[in-house]
């Protein structure tokens, strides 16, 4: 890669970075691409969100990601919201059109891309864990897909209720937010045909932790998902394997939603089976 004085800036900000393939899967796609772009790892403490997003503009960036934990928290500085990060209430990325910065959220479908590519055609009854801001994107495109009944766990009951109200406003959503408990998981679980871990618990270096230590009271048929893709097996995954039950890793999603993002922000259609292998390769290391 040459960095010279025609060289565009996207990155990713959030806090912590230090999990994040973005940087590594962007700039070997770019390079690919043959475009004269750079994406750089821009972590960002707390109270500097706003002024973060002020240098964007004054630095003329032409997009970055947004993670954890500012998907959410983002939407106040910026001057205009796609159809879908407004609808989803939660921002992944932000592009900047000569400092006018628009939210996009390409998470729900990157995600459902990913449920597609699996074969996963039909969704009743899904158990999401964690409520934060990926899990609005997802909940959101899972209740347009017909999904039946959503049931929400998280550690703070407020976050999962406020979900669970987002997703009943929805046309045809249904769904209920609960603290999370592990019994009351084991209990739901038995019903469920897709698991997700919408939480960072299991990522990267904390790959012991998992926010469910059973899945044996769930289907044979279910699918057991983790959002999270650094490792690629979580502690989550290898327990559900250990079951024999079908599982996703974060990987899928990560590479779709990618794609997306370099669409939207270079108006290229980027390789997406390069993506993946980039991905895959680097993985192996995580
Ligand atoms: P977030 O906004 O921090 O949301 C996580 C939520 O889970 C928070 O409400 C958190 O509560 C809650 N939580 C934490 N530990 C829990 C537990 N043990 N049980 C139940 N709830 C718990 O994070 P996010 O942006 O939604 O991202 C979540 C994960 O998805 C991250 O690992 C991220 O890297 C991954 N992700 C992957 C992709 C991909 O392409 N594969 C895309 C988006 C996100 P507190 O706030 O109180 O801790």
Redesign the pocket.
């Known amino acids: 890669m040459i960095v010279n004085n025609q060289t565009a800036l996207m990155g990713i900000i959030g806090n912590p970075l230090e999990?994040s393939l973005s940087p590594l899967m962007h700039n070997f796609t770019l390079a690919k691409m043959g475009l004269n772009y750079v994406y750089l790892p821009l972590q960002v403490a707390p109270d500097f969100l706003r002024a973060s997003l002020d240098g964007l503009r004054a630095l003329n960036f032409i997009g970055v990601n947004v993670?954890?934990?500012y998907?959410?928290e983002v939407i106040q500085f910026l001057d205009e919201l796609s159809p879908e990060a407004s609808a989803c209430e939660a921002v992944?990325l932000i592009k900047n059109e000569n400092g006018h910065l628009i939210g996009y959220n390409t998470?729900g479908r990157?995600f459902m891309a990913s449920l597609e590519e699996e074969g996963i055609q039909s969704i009743h009854r899904v158990i999401m864990?964690?409520?934060?801001?990926?899990?609005y994107s997802l909940a959101y495109e899972l209740s347009l897909a017909g999904a039946e009944q959503i049931d929400i766990?998280?550690?703070?009951q407020d976050?999962a209720a406020a979900l669970a109200n987002f997703v009943n406003q929805l046309p045809g959503g249904k769904a209920a937010g609960m603290r999370?408990n592990e019994k009351l998981f084991i209990h739901l679980s038995a019903q469920a045909d897709l698991i997700i871990n919408?939480?960072?618990?299991g990522?990267f270096p904390n790959i012991e932790a998992t926010?469910i230590g059973s899945f044996d009271k769930v289907p044979g048929a279910a699918v057991i998902y983790d959002?999270?893709?650094n490792p690629l097996v979580t502690r989550f995954l290898a327990i559900a394997g250990a079951r024999q039950l079908k599982t996703i890793n974060?990987?899928s999603?990560?590479v779709h939603?990618g794609a997306l993002t370099l669409k939207i922000l270079t108006g290229v259609q980027p390789p997406l089976a390069y993506m993946r292998e980039v991905i895959l390769n680097n993985c192996q290391r995580c």
């Open positions: 999990h993670t954890i934990p998907k959410k992944n998470d990157g864990i964690g409520a934060g801001g990926a899990a766990l998280d550690i703070e976050k999370m919408c939480t960072p618990v990522m926010p959002l999270v893709y974060g990987s999603m990560l939603q």
